[in-house]
């Protein structure tokens, strides 16, 4: 009898364990005391807030409510806010909830080793005399401080006046899930800064907007933030012409042309009409012999390419090529288990520590009120 007691005993703080871990600063190895961890369960409504706690002296977190990943919802979330900037990780259902490390960085206003690796501009001129243009930044930072200077941005970038400022901003930091940022005015007329911080790592900032544009035209824009050489895509139709443009040659599977660009002014005149989603549809879909007719399987193929090539390599060009107009399902793959699981992302405003207090007090709010 005493022995069924003691494994009672033994076995009750095991049921309601809760989680766990330590918010390690990876800027100097130790650990990252004074940080704002929040946990949340996911479901299909959308993250719950479940409750907020400091990291102590040795970076060491705990929650007791005795949650796990998968039970009663979907994964885990976990939110650390350190210098001003939010990390998440997240613990998909299997996942160990004790010991889990929340890595965090030293932030700094200067740039340091951050820099745009990769900047690639497709042009899809229809015959309804509209201009689609994707835009997509990819940036490195090979250092050990996050980039964050919400005072000019990390980018900033230009919109001819013709797109009377409306733009599609969606960015993803590395172990991130998908965010739709707001930019704001940059310091001249038709100039806008993103505030988002840029870790450590590889992340990736897709711009996409449309303006009135006849055709043929001139097309006009201005490069902000130099990094490498920008290469500007024209769909099968579509023809560039003008000084300073090199030929690249064509993606071999939707025939595309690839032109570069110095910058940073970019001017040239383009004629005849056509998109990328009819370029690759003509050509067959899917990639690697039409496996997959959405394409999904290629799509998946071409993930890790897309962020493991260097500069130049004809293949990342190729592969931004075949994932273009599935922007935002990338985004969406990469956080896979929580959207396989709810097929929703998480709400922007709960990823950005100036909502944080906002979404712990509707959550505190609800509970109350089912109480």
């Not at 042009?123 to 930072?141: F, K, Q």
């Not at 911080?197 to 043929?216: A, N």
């Not at 493991?308 to 922007?327: E, N, P, R, Y």
């Amino acid at each position: 009898m005493r022995r069924l007691v003691a494994s009672i005993l033994l076995c009750a703080p095991l049921a309601l364990a809760g989680v766990d871990g330590v918010v390690t600063n990876s800027s100097t190895g130790k650990p990252a005391s004074g940080a704002t961890v929040t946990l949340f369960q996911t479901s299909q409504q959308g993250p719950q807030f479940i409750n907020s706690v400091k990291s102590d002296a040795q970076g060491k977190f705990v929650f007791t409510e005795d949650v796990a990943p998968g039970k009663g919802g979907g994964p885990l979330l976990l939110q650390a806010v350190y210098g001003g900037v939010q990390y998440n990780k997240m613990l998909p259902p299997g996942s160990p909830v004790t010991a889990v490390e929340i890595p965090v960085f030293e932030s700094s206003k200067a740039q340091g080793a951050a820099q745009i690796d990769q900047h690639m501009i497709l042009l899809e001129p229809s015959a309804d005399g509209t201009l689609t243009v994707s835009e997509s930044y990819v940036i490195r930072n090979d250092g050990k401080t996050t980039w964050n200077n919400p005072d000019t941005g990390t980018l900033q970038f230009y919109l001819p006046p013709q797109s009377q400022g409306k733009v599609e901003v969606n960015a993803l930091a590395p172990g991130g899930l998908p965010l739709r940022k707001a930019p704001d005015p940059g310091p001249k007329p038709n100039t806008y800064k993103l505030d988002f911080p840029i870790k450590p790592g590889e992340s990736r900032v897709d711009l996409q907007w449309t303006m009135p544009f006849p055709v043929p035209g001139v097309f006009k824009d201005q490069i902000l933030t130099k990094g490498g050489q920008t290469r500007i895509i024209a769909p099968v139709g579509v023809e560039f012409k003008g000084d300073g443009l090199k030929n690249l040659g064509q993606e071999p599977r939707t025939k595309a042309t690839i032109w570069g660009v110095d910058g940073p002014a970019i001017e040239f005149k383009v004629e005849g009409t056509g998109s990328l989603a009819d370029s690759a549809a003509a050509a067959g879909g899917g990639e690697g012999g039409g496996e997959g007719g959405n394409g999904q399987p290629a799509l998946t193929m071409n993930l890790p390419k897309l962020y493991g090539l260097t500069l130049g390599s004809a293949d990342i060009l190729a592969t931004f090529l075949a994932v273009k107009w599935l922007l935002l399902s990338v985004f969406s793959m990469l956080a896979i288990g929580f959207i396989l699981l709810y097929r929703k992302a998480v709400p922007a405003a709960t990823t950005e520590a100036a909502a944080e207090a906002a979404a712990v007090k509707k959550a505190t709010k609800n509970a109350r009120g089912r109480s």
